[in-house]
């Protein structure tokens, strides 16, 4: 079903490949037309010319227990996304652990490098 709208969460530019170019890194949010979000992470290499396409990752294939994810940085060819998890005592509403998840290229894919953070 191709219902539903996608927003731009966040972007930032970085070298991804590692190849002495700024590439770009994007957040994007896909909310289904029964109100579920979806939140993709989108690498864009820059090929002299243009933005390519070259990897997604859905960031709920990794990570369901989360109540928001933002794009912290490109250092060092990886992407690091900062996401809101709830701890063992926190009301629904309000998450208070962070869980910090640091991806990086592997070809035409991103692949989890390490993780670190206080909660679920």
Do not use: I, W
């Not at 957040?27 to 243009?50: K, P």
């Not at 859905?58 to 992407?79: H, M």
């Not at 998840?101 to 490098?113: M, P, S």
């Amino acid at each position: 079903d191709g219902s539903g709208e996608f927003a731009t969460e966040t972007a930032t530019l970085g070298d991804l490949d590692q190849d002495g170019v700024e590439d770009a890194a994007v957040l994007l949010a896909h909310r289904s037309a029964s109100g579920e979000r979806t939140h993709y992470l989108m690498a864009y290499l820059f090929d002299g010319q243009t933005f390519q396409p070259v990897a997604r990752l859905k960031v709920e294939a990794f990570y369901r227990n989360f109540s928001d994810v933002g794009l912290q940085a490109v250092e060092d060819g990886a992407v690091e996304l900062l996401l809101l998890v709830p701890r063992a005592d926190d009301p629904q509403c309000c998450p208070s652990g962070r869980r910090r998840a640091t991806f990086g290229l592997q070809g035409r894919q991103f692949v989890l490098l390490r993780e670190s953070g206080s909660g679920a």
